[in-house]
């Protein structure tokens, strides 16, 4: 008796939902890496900050630093304010993105899982089907069995009395 193989008849819905989980981890992966870089760049901008205070105070007490000096340094020191303001906003919506991309991902992971299960239920009717074959094929090998020794021990039986 040969047996049937199992085939998944959604099974490239299967691989389809599968690739598309992959696709969005890597956005995952991708959103976190620009967080990451953010937050460095945040990082240099307040250590710049931070350097542009401690030179400007340098030079204020040494009395190095004319009027026009003064004002660069005030007006270097606005713009990195404004930089990181910004950061910190562009920090927040990138949170924001991975939090949606996050819930992508669920519902990605989600939709492939359920086909997976599908797919295992499909399973397992196919292997109580094949289970159900194979016992009735060995049931019929036994009715033959026990058909032919009957058979044989009737036509033995008839030789004998002759």
């Keep these: 008796m040969k047996q049937k193989k199992f085939k998944f008849k ?26 990451t870089d ?5 990082e240099r901008l ?36 404004s930089l990181i303001i910004s950061q910190h906003i562009y920090i927040k919506d990138i949170n924001i993105a991975i939090n949606k991309q996050r819930e992508n991902l669920i519902k990605a992971t989600q939709e492939r899982k359920a086909y997976e299960k599908l797919k295992e239920k499909h399973l397992e009717v196919f292997l109580e089907e094949a289970e ?12 033959i069995r026990h058909y032919r020794a009957t058979k044989e021990a009737k036509e033995n039986e008839e030789e004998n009395k002759i």
Excluded: P, W, Y
């Excluded at 598309?20 to 981890?25: F, H, I, P, R």
């Excluded at 953010?38 to 945040?42: H, T």
């Design 10 to 35: 959604l099974q490239s819905i299967l691989e389809i939902k599968l690739k598309a989980e992959e696709e969005e981890k890597e956005k995952l992966a991708k959103l976190f890496q620009k967080l």
């Design 38 to 42: 953010a937050e460095k760049m945040l």
């Design 46 to 81: 307040k250590q710049e900050e931070i350097n542009t205070k401690e030179e400007s105070n340098r030079k204020q007490r040494a009395g190095k630093m004319d009027v026009d000096s003064l004002k660069m340094s005030h007006f270097h020191l606005k713009k990195l304010e």
């Design 132 to 143: 159900q074959e194979e016992r009735k094929f060995i049931d019929e090998l036994a009715t």
